[in-house]
């Protein structure tokens, strides 16, 4: 894979950090870029848009400045996350303002549109398409989008049901392009293994819940840190979309996470909880099946600081 000239030489490690819905925030995503991996946030967690202006100048400007600071270690390019669904209405606005910025990378869910990813093109960014399927990878791929997120089983907040091995190997096979890993990915060997795999980068999301910079409950993110794989359901209820969240959230809203009932995918809802009381944005709270190897809440650049050694340590273990 011809990597992409925005990312290219800009990276500390083959990470991108995953948009966080509510808590993806400028100071998040600063840590992220300045540590070396690509940091990101969701478009909606900036409300009203202006607000949006006013975070993309900050994390524009906080990193210029960096940069200038640190010409022999820059800081990586950031992304924004669009979810392009019919029922975004605030997609237009949004994507003017990224343009405004000329925001390097752009993820796209839930949708793909061909507009957005030749508007994205235009100002010499790429897009990436998070995916559930290879219909879904293709008819991204054939609408012009630069690279694909393979969403597999495990991963955080909305998330695929196949294994990462078989979507990643099947993808490849036709597809030459940028691909991230998405699913349970927590650990430096978890990186290097989704490289083994054919991807080109983790995407890495859950694990930065637990992390000072992030704009979650404490109670969320210490559910991270004693949260392990059993402790997460799958389920489309709260949006209409599949998705895997914390158990405990889900039984402190007064649910059985044993016996959900199942929402009608036709009724997408991505802000009121879909058929419950819960609103899935702040009750219910999504995770990754990865988070038993997150073991304290610490800053995003300890973080990936661990992720590098434990990064080495798994190529010396594998190479010798």
Known sequence: MAEPD???????????????FIISNPDLVIAQCKAGIVGSFPSLNARPVSQLDEWLDQITSELESYNRANPDR????????????????????????????????????????EDVYKAVDGWGGITLHDVINQRFAHKAIEKGATGLICVSAGA???????????????????FDGPILCSGSISTGGGVLAAQAMGADYAYIGSAFIATQEARADERYKQGIVEGSAEDIVYTNLFTGVHGNYLRKSIEDAGLD??????????????GSGGNTDAKA????????????????????????????????????????
């Open 156 to 174: 955080g907040g909305h998330a695929g049901a196949l294994s990462p091995f078989g979507f990643i190997a099947e993808t490849r096979e036709w």
């Open 257 to 270: 996470p044993d016996n959900l009932p199942v929402s009608d995918p036709s009724a997408m809802n991505f």
């Open 281 to 320: 944005w702040k009750d219910i709270w999504g995770s990754g099946q990865g988070i038993g190897s997150i073991k304290a809440v610490q800053s995003a650049g300890d973080y990936i600081d661990q992720l590098e050694r434990e990064y080495k340590a798994a190529q010396a273990r594998v190479c010798g």
């Open 74 to 113: 820059p800081a990586a390019p950031f992304a924004v996350n669009q979810i392009v669904h019919r029922s975004n209405n605030r997609l237009e606005e949004d994507m003017a303002m990224c343009e405004k910025y000329k925001v390097p990378v752009v993820i796209c869910s839930l949708g793909a549109r």
């Open 6 to 20: 925005i990312l290219k030489g800009k990276l500390r490690l083959p990470v991108i950090g995953a948009p966080l």
